[in-house]
């Protein structure tokens, strides 16, 4: 924390401050992916989406707090200091609108308070609760920003609700999950020493050091080694609510050297393998493109949306940094000629990587 000016130094010591600081470098992106059929435009981009074609941007600066006697309230994890009456600005955000329109910083009633003893860790983050992105992409790369201060942790708190997909991402770091405190909607504590950090990963921005901390937790180099296999892979989307392609299993019948995937059924290790192996990538737009950081450079990429004003960039973004070839589509996902167009993208994108 910044001392004002004359402060003595014989003070009574505090647990408040910033325990760690790194500035972020730049990004650089590609503007805009591949399209078949130029459906996605620089134009496109900039007048149906809240995202710019741009190219040069800049990384969050990280940082890990320290708050003695630190409150949390909610899935958010939403930080205050009693003795200020003042929330944290930096422990939490919402989507679109301003935090200070949150029901937590305006109630009169709040959530009975339980006291966590020793130094708590916050890694609460808004999505992670059931969002795949956002738990891996945004979460997981504060274990490696405060591995550091992790052997001194008595609590961790994460997005509830505990689930095995969650369990199994968090074993495989070598988290103690005998530490971790599932955080839930009505959630309320107050902590001795409460560390939390910043957005590290500002939206849609996966940097170099976010796909860094993620290979070096994953040992994602180590788990690859060895000749790729070259297989061709389609991530499928059954069962889930949103983005669920109707004719896929029809599609794939024409195109039987593409392997159907759920990502949700493989261990960790496997989808290591499975995405380090690969030569190309076939998905809706969603979750499971998040693994595409494990791919080899020169990797094909697919990306199909419904409709392209829908866009987001984050996947692409992954793949410039890593290497990979990336392109999108737009198909109908529940209409014959929407398949019909998926099948023709398939002819040209399934010919060898270059």
């Given at each position: 924390m910044k001392r004002k000016a004359g402060e003595p130094i014989g003070v009574k010591e505090t647990l408040t401050d910033i325990l760690i600081a790194e500035k972020g470098e730049l990004l650089f992106y590609q503007p805009i992916p591949e399209s078949y059929r130029d459906v996605l435009t620089g134009e496109t981009v900039k007048q149906a989406t809240k995202y710019y074609p741009g190219i040069i941007y800049k990384e969050e600066d990280r940082k890990l707090y320290s708050l003695a006697s630190g409150y949390l309230i909610g899935l958010l994890g939403l930080v205050y200091d009693k003795t200020k009456r003042s929330f944290i600005d930096e422990s939490a955000k919402l989507w679109t609108s301003d935090l200070a329109t949150s029901e937590f910083v305006c109630q009169y009633h709040q959530p009975p308070v339980k006291h966590l003893p020793g130094v708590t860790l916050s890694c609460l983050t808004i999505g992670s609760d059931g969002g795949f992105y956002h738990f891996f992409h945004?979460?997981?790369?504060?274990?490696?920003?405060?591995?550091?201060?992790?052997?001194?942790?008595?609590?961790?708190?994460?997005?509830?609700?505990?689930?095995?997909?969650?369990?199994?991402?968090?074993?495989?770091?070598?988290?103690?999950?005998?530490?971790?405190?599932?955080?839930?909607?009505?959630?309320?504590?107050?902590?001795?020493?409460?560390?939390?950090?910043?957005?590290?990963?500002?939206?849609?921005?996966?940097?170099?050091?976010?796909?860094?901390?993620?290979?070096?937790?994953?040992?994602?180099?180590?788990?690859?080694?060895?000749?790729?296999?070259?297989?061709?892979?389609?991530?499928?989307?059954?069962?889930?609510?949103?983005?669920?392609?109707?004719?896929?299993?029809?599609?794939?019948?024409?195109?039987?050297?593409?392997?159907?995937?759920?990502?949700?059924?493989?261990?960790?290790?496997?989808?290591?393998?499975?995405?380090?192996?690969?030569?190309?990538?076939?998905?809706?737009?969603?979750?499971?493109?998040?693994?595409?950081?494990?791919?080899?450079?020169?990797?094909?990429?697919?990306?199909?949306?419904?409709?392209i004003k829908g866009y987001q960039p984050c996947y692409f973004r992954i793949s410039t940094l890593c290497g990979l070839q990336h392109f999108v589509a737009e198909a109908d996902f529940y209409t014959e000629a929407g398949m019909q167009d998926c099948l023709s993208f398939l002819e040209d994108f399934l010919q060898p990587a270059d």
């Open positions: 945004e979460v997981l790369p504060k274990f490696f920003f405060c591995q550091s201060v992790l052997p001194y942790t008595d609590h961790i708190l994460i997005n509830g609700p505990p689930v095995d997909w969650k369990e199994k991402w968090l074993r495989h770091i070598g988290l103690d999950l005998d530490k971790v405190i599932w955080i839930a909607y009505n959630s309320h504590y107050v902590c001795d020493q409460l560390l939390f950090t910043n957005r590290l990963i500002k939206d849609q921005h996966i940097s170099n050091w976010s796909l860094n901390a993620l290979k070096t937790l994953l040992r994602i180099n180590e788990t690859a080694a060895g000749q790729s296999s070259g297989d061709m892979i389609w991530i499928s989307r059954k069962n889930v609510f949103a983005r669920m392609i109707a004719w896929e299993d029809e599609v794939l019948r024409q195109f039987p050297a593409v392997k159907k995937v759920d990502v949700r059924d493989l261990s960790v290790t496997e989808t290591i393998v499975l995405f380090s192996n690969a030569s190309h990538v076939i998905s809706a737009h969603g979750a499971g493109l998040s693994n595409i950081l494990m791919c080899r450079p020169g990797t094909k990429i697919l990306e199909l949306f419904p409709d």
